[in-house]
């Protein structure tokens, strides 16, 4: 059994109800469960078991997410998108062997500073404007980054998003994208930390164990989805990426 043996009762009903709001999240806007995850099981796991616990759930949601409209639909998002899946991919599998090694609490303030700033900007009404001709070197400056935080903590979501939101993504096409990008990049979180020994014999049955509040909360969130039109669903995206930024700031100076 591992680190479930170990654990208490309490604990595994507060890592129950943290997946389940991740979840719902997660299915209203499509991103925000590792974050949350992470942020929400630290706070009284060890850090690398809480990365462990949210594994396997990211990727059966993301999965359920990319093909919420068909296979079709996902490869169109795939084919799309390979510039971005394939330097994310690279940086992940890379930076995920930095996890026992390198301090996080820079990395976090760095990503979550600007994230904030630019939805702060965008929700006062600005918006970006990416010159066609630097559309593939924004994509692959953005992948880079998302990839190099996940492979470290597990939550690439915020550059994505933000670079999505910033290219203006219909909502239907966002949250497909964001499952095909965030499924992938799940797939190779997975082989990069069963080498990095983050996801054990000893930690997989607790991730094993958060499944099924994970995809409860998403189809939770998805009804939710489903209700809000386009304009809503940016902001609410807006507010939400906030809130991600804010905190991966506050993990960076409190840690």
Request: positive net charge; charged residues 10%.
């Amino acid at each position: 059994m591992g680190i479930l043996a170990e654990l208490p009762l309490e604990a595994l009903v507060l890592a129950f109800f943290v997946t389940l709001f991740a979840g719902f999240v997660k299915g209203a806007v499509g991103f925000g469960m590792p974050l949350i995850m992470i942020s929400g099981l630290a706070t009284f796991l060890p850090v690398e078991v809480a990365l462990a616990a949210l594994i396997l759930p990211t990727v059966l949601t993301n999965g359920y997410q990319a093909l919420r409209q068909g296979v079709s639909a996902a490869v169109e998002a795939v084919s799309k998108f390979r510039v971005f899946l394939l330097v994310l991919l690279v940086m992940l599998l890379a930076s995920a062997q930095l996890v026992t090694h390198m301090p996080k609490d820079l990395l976090f303030i760095a990503i979550g500073v600007p994230i904030v700033l630019f939805c702060a900007m965008q929700l006062v009404g600005w918006s970006p404007r990416l010159r066609s001709e630097n559309r593939n070197r924004t994509e692959v400056l953005v992948a880079g980054v998302a990839g190099f935080v996940g492979g470290l903590s597990g939550v690439w979501g915020p550059p994505t998003v933000a670079y999505l939101t910033a290219i203006n993504t219909p909502k239907a096409e966002q949250m497909r994208v964001q499952g095909v990008i965030y499924g992938i990049g799940a797939v190779a979180l997975v082989v990069a930390h069963v080498k990095s020994g983050v996801l054990s014999a000893q930690t997989a049955p607790l991730s094993a164990m958060m499944l099924a509040p994970a995809l409860g909360g998403v189809l939770l969130g998805g009804h939710l989805h489903d209700l809000m039109p386009q304009r809503t669903f940016k902001r609410v995206t807006l507010i939400v990426l906030t809130l991600a930024g804010l905190n991966l700031i506050r993990k960076g100076v409190l840690g």
